[in-house]
């Protein structure tokens, strides 16, 4: 850290590192006091410090001041460790393998959703006048710059594996557990910066809340909260879809903050908790803001393609748990050293934070390569076929039109048919995934804090389905079922002699 100096007996400037309390030699100053000079007085004048600076390619230059201490604190957690992982964790997973460029990280995307978080708070302070709480907006930005520590490898990939398997723990948990982890690098950076030391327990407590207390709450979970807002612009980004370009400029200069009310249907009295809401002006928008969020999830989360590797990745991991839990011929079975981070993870007892922070996305896709020479033949298969992108063959049955009941009578056809092979590695069943261009996809519909809302004439916050008849129109589940099959020959069969549904 450099900064300007003045000696206490002339008046000139010699630059000195802080740290070391040394003065460089000044040939101006009559003293020269070379590097062990120590009557030093500290000018407050930081202006001519240069700030930490990192260029992305969704915001532009993301700027730390030297002179904020929030900004320096979020620079001291970027060097964290736990946060360092994140560089080995795609944001989008296996997305790679249907967008080539899709290899941006959760790294950089935590780094943008803090800098958007900064500009919600600068709305809010806007908004809300002398009734602002600083320290309460402190918590919500550090708290949207860690908000993705506790992802895993492939991210919900692994969390799904995690689910078959009965362990149930969120990335959201093992977030707040890496916060508060005492033996962690993240504890002593937060616990320093409030003097009373609560600014740990106050960003964990905010990244594992399910429900909003303040406006605070929607930078990190809202229908417009600032994961969102850097996510959808950075995957359209970098996977190159040009799906549904979203006007951020505008979005962001009609952000208001409006009360709205917690559980839908309720009386007036009811519970009601501050959201951000859109300004009327904003509308059309807010609409390509879903439509782009809708074609997203179409096109890039729920490809086909993306789906299988999932899948096959999700097979594959649960087969390597099974041998695991036998602890019997591990090494050959699996093709991993029995201390493999991986195993140790994997195996009954091995569900902690030190094993878990061991995975990402390099330390897997390593073992796959070990798992080429495995003795399970399940394993070996499935990991030689994801090396060499030798995928499953793919029938969806939506392909074939939207007649629901046509659908589900090829569902259970195919069911029947193939009931020995399907849950297995010859034919995997994808199934209860559903899409909306606007209730929150795979989540909680009652959730009134995930919706948007936009204000109307009289400024009164109103769901965007009331106020928009094409999102209303387009606003309808939709569920696809598709299965992916090892062998071609088998998919041929799922189909009709025709090449249709039966």
């Known amino acids: 850290v450099i900064g300007k100096w003045t000696h206490g007996r002339c008046q000139c400037e010699c630059l000195v590192v802080i740290e070391e309390i040394f003065a460089r030699p000044n040939p101006k100053c009559a003293l020269n006091p070379g590097p062990t000079y120590r009557n030093l007085v500290l000018q407050t004048d930081m202006s001519q410090s240069r700030p930490q600076r990192l260029r992305d ?110 362990a149930n723990k969120r990335h959201e948990k093992w977030t707040a557990e890496i916060i508060r982890n005492s033996d962690g690098g993240i504890r002593p950076l937060l616990e320093a910066h409030w003097e009373d030391g609560e600014f740990c327990e106050a960003v964990a407590t905010l990244v594992e809340a399910e429900d909003p207390e303040d406006i605070y709450h929607a930078i990190v979970s809202s229908s417009f909260d600032a994961d969102r807002l850097d996510y959808l612009r950075r995957d359209r980004l970098m996977t190159g879809t040009g799906a549904g370009a979203i006007d951020f400029d505008w979005l962001m200069e009609h952000v208001r903050v409006r009360e709205i009310r917690i559980e839908p249907d309720e009386e007036d009295d009811g519970l009601r908790v501050p959201t951000f809401c859109l300004d009327r002006k904003a509308l059309p928008a807010a609409e390509q803001f879903l439509l782009s969020r809708y074609t997203l999830h179409e096109q890039v989360y729920f490809h086909k393609t993306t789906r299988c590797v999932e899948h096959m990745i999700g097979r594959l991991l649960r087969q390597v748990a099974t041998q695991a839990n036998r602890r019997a011929n591990v090494e050959q079975q699996t093709g991993l050293r029995v201390d493999h981070p991986l195993l140790r993870f994997l195996r009954p007892d091995g569900q902690t934070l030190e094993n878990y922070l061991a995975l990402d996305d390099v330390v897997v896709m390593a073992a796959m390569e070990s798992m080429l020479d495995a003795n399970d033949p399940i394993i070996s298969s499935l990991a030689t076929r994801l090396r060499e992108r030798s995928l499953y063959k793919t029938l969806d049955l939506t392909a074939f039109g939207h007649d629901v009941g046509l659908q589900k009578r090829a569902a259970r056809r195919i069911d029947r048919d193939f009931k020995d092979k399907i849950g297995n590695e010859a034919i995997m069943k994808d199934e209860g995934a559903t899409i909306s261009i606007y209730t929150q996809i795979g989540g909680d519909d009652d959730k009134m804090h995930k919706k948007l809302h936009i204000l109307d004439g009289k400024g009164i916050p109103r769901e965007i389905t009331d106020m928009s008849a094409f999102i209303r129109a387009l606003a309808t589940k939709s569920e696809f079922t598709r299965y992916y099959f090892e062998n071609e020959s088998d998919r041929e069969s799922a189909r009709s002699p025709k090449g249709k549904l039966s």
């Open 57 to 166: 390619p969704v915001h532009g230059l993301i700027v730390f001041l030297e002179s904020d201490p929030l900004d320096q604190l979020a620079w001291r957690l970027i060097d964290a460790p736990e946060f360092q992982r994140l560089r080995r964790i795609k944001q989008l997973g296996v997305s790679e393998f249907v967008y080539s460029s899709a290899t941006h990280t959760r790294f950089a995307h935590s780094i943008g959703v803090f800098h958007t978080a900064r500009s919600l708070v600068k709305i809010i302070r806007r908004e809300i006048g002398n009734a602002f709480d600083p320290e309460r907006a402190e918590v919500a930005v550090i708290a949207a710059l860690l908000h993705d520590l506790g992802h895993g490898p492939f991210s919900h990939t692994f969390e799904g594996v995690q689910e078959s398997r009965g």
